[in-house]
C-alpha cells in the first residue's frame, strides 16, 4: 500500500471512531510505529487530524462539540485503564459513591464490581449496565433519570433534582477538560448542572482526567481546578502543567502509562 493511500485510510478510520493508536494502525498495516507516526504528522501538518501521545483523534471543532461514547472510548485506553486502577484503590466496601459520565469512569466501574456492599449513583448509562450485568447482589446501584446526551449520560432538572437529596462520600468525575482559567469543563451545558450537583453531594471529589484534557476548553465550566481533592492524571503530561496543578490541587497523582 502506498503512503497516500494508507494515510486516507488513517483519515477515514479517525473520522469513523474519532481516535487510532499508533501500535494498532502499525499491525494492521504491516509497518513500523515510525511509519505511522510519519503519517500521522503529514495528515496533522495538513489540518486533517491532531496527534496526541500514542495516536491521534479528530481536529476539535469547538467548545460545544461533545463527542459520542464510542469515539471517546478508543482514546488513551492505556492511560485511562491506568488512572481507573488507581482511582479504584480509593473505594472501600460500604462506601456510597456517584460515577459522573464518561469513559475513564466507565473503565472505573469495571474495576469496582466485586466491592462488596457498595452504593453507586449515577447518571451514565454505561455504568450503570457495568454494574447491572455483574450482578453483585450486596451493591445498590442508582440511576439518575434524565435526557441523553451524545455520550450517554442523563442530563436535565430531573436528574439534577435526584442528586440534590443525596448525602455521598466520594465522586469520581471524568471531564472534557481542564485549564488553570476555566478550571475543569465539559461541552455540555446541562452535564454541567448535574456534575456540580454531584460535587455539591459529596463529601470528596477525585477528578479523572488523561494529559489530553489539559488546554482543553468545554463551553461551561464544572468547578476551579482547586476544588478538586484529588486529581488522577498520566505521565503523558508535561513538567509545567504538573508543577501548576501540584500547586493548586491538594493531591496531585500521576500514575505512569506505561
Given at each position: ?7 486516507a485510510a ?13 501500535s494498532?494502525l502499525?499491525a494492521?498495516y504491516g509497518?513500523?510505529d515510525m ?8 495528515l496533522?501538518d495538513?489540518?486533517?487530524l491532531?496527534?496526541?501521545h500514542?495516536?491521534a ?5 469547538g ?11 478508543v482514546?488513551?485506553r492505556t ?9 479504584a ?5 460500604g462506601?456510597?459513591i ?6 475513564t469512569?466507565?473503565g472505573?466501574?469495571?474495576?469496582l464490581v ?25 451493591q ?5 433519570g434524565g ?29 472534557h ?6 478550571g475543569?469543563?465539559?461541552p ?7 456534575n456540580?450537583?454531584l460535587?455539591e453531594?459529596?463529601?470528596?471529589l477525585v ?20 476544588r478538586?481533592?484529588v ?5 503523558g503530561?508535561d513538567?509545567?502543567?504538573r508543577?501548576?496543578?501540584s500547586e493548586?490541587v ?8 506505561q
Amino acid at each position: 500500500m502506498l503512503a497516500q493511500q494508507r494515510q486516507a485510510a488513517i483519515l477515514d478510520r479517525v473520522r469513523a471512531a474519532g481516535g487510532v493508536r499508533v501500535s494498532e494502525l502499525a499491525a494492521e498495516y504491516g509497518v513500523s510505529d515510525m511509519t505511522i507516526r510519519r503519517d500521522l504528522e503529514s495528515l496533522a501538518d495538513r489540518g486533517l487530524l491532531a496527534k496526541v501521545h500514542g495516536g491521534a483523534t479528530t481536529v476539535s471543532p469547538g467548545s460545544a462539540h461533545e463527542p459520542g461514547f464510542a469515539a471517546k472510548s478508543v482514546r488513551q485506553r492505556t492511560e485511562k485503564a491506568a488512572m481507573a486502577m488507581r482511582a479504584a484503590a480509593l473505594v472501600s466496601p460500604g462506601d456510597a459513591i456517584a460515577l459522573s459520565a464518561g469513559t475513564t469512569t466507565a473503565g472505573l466501574a469495571q474495576r469496582l464490581v466485586d466491592v462488596p456492599s457498595l452504593t453507586v449513583v449515577t447518571n451514565s448509562i454505561p455504568v450503570a449496565d457495568i454494574f447491572y450485568r455483574a450482578g453483585r447482589p450486596d451493591q445498590t446501584v442508582v440511576l439518575t433519570g434524565g435526557t441523553r446526551t451524545p455520550s450517554d449520560a442523563l442530563v436535565g432538572p430531573v436528574a439534577v433534582a435526584a442528586i440534590g437529596t443525596l448525602h455521598l462520600d466520594m465522586l469520581f468525575l471524568g471531564v472534557h477538560g481542564m485549564s488553570e482559567r476555566a478550571g475543569y469543563t465539559t461541552p455540555n451545558l446541562m452535564e454541567a448542572d448535574v456534575n456540580r450537583a454531584l460535587v455539591e453531594a459529596a463529601e470528596r471529589l477525585v477528578v479523572l482526567a488523561d494529559h489530553t484534557k489539559w488546554g482543553t476548553v468545554g463551553i461551561s465550566s464544572i468547578v476551579p481546578l482547586e476544588r478538586a481533592d484529588v486529581l488522577i492524571t498520566d505521565d503523558g503530561l508535561d513538567e509545567a502543567a504538573r508543577a501548576l496543578l501540584s500547586e493548586t490541587v491538594p493531591d496531585l497523582v500521576v500514575v505512569s502509562s506505561q
